[in-house]
């Protein structure tokens, strides 16, 4: 079975850090590129970030530009957001999701293949 976990989601203070991670299993994540998505309470769910296959390109969103940053460990089959410099509307679910992609420089935030079911990020005093 294919599946991608998100993990490491958690209730933090602003001008906090904290680091996701999504793990996969059944299949390895040498061939697709990932995005993070996040969806806030009542809005539309947006790219926040997205790195290639090759982990050569990466992409961030105006909104976190500086203050995450994406990598991957494909010998973990793992990739992680770490973000810093949280604020309040940071808060929402994020998502990872991998596309198949024979371009090792392909990162974008269309065309998923498979999707995580999501962590809760809460950006609070």
């Known amino acids: 079975q294919l599946q991608l976990v998100e993990s490491g989601g958690s209730l933090v203070q602003p001008g906090g850090s904290l680091r996701l991670s999504c793990a996969a299993s059944?299949?390895?994540?040498?061939?697709?590129?990932i995005g993070w998505f996040r969806q806030a309470p009542g809005k539309e769910r947006e790219g926040v970030s997205c790195?290639?296959?090759?982990?050569?390109?990466?992409n961030y969103a105006d909104s976190v530009k500086g203050r995450f940053t994406i990598s991957r460990d494909n010998a973990k089959n793992t990739v992680y957001l770490q973000m810093n410099s949280l604020k309040p509307e940071d808060t929402a679910v994020y998502y990872c999701?991998?596309?198949?992609?024979?371009?090792?420089?392909?990162?974008?935030?269309?065309?998923?293949?498979?999707w995580g079911k999501g962590t809760l990020v809460t950006v609070s005093s």
């Open positions: 999701a991998a596309e198949r992609t024979i371009w090792s420089t392909k990162c974008d935030y269309t065309d998923m293949d498979q």
């Open positions: 790195i290639s296959k090759s982990g050569g390109r990466t």
């Open positions: 059944g299949f390895t994540l040498d061939y697709y590129a």
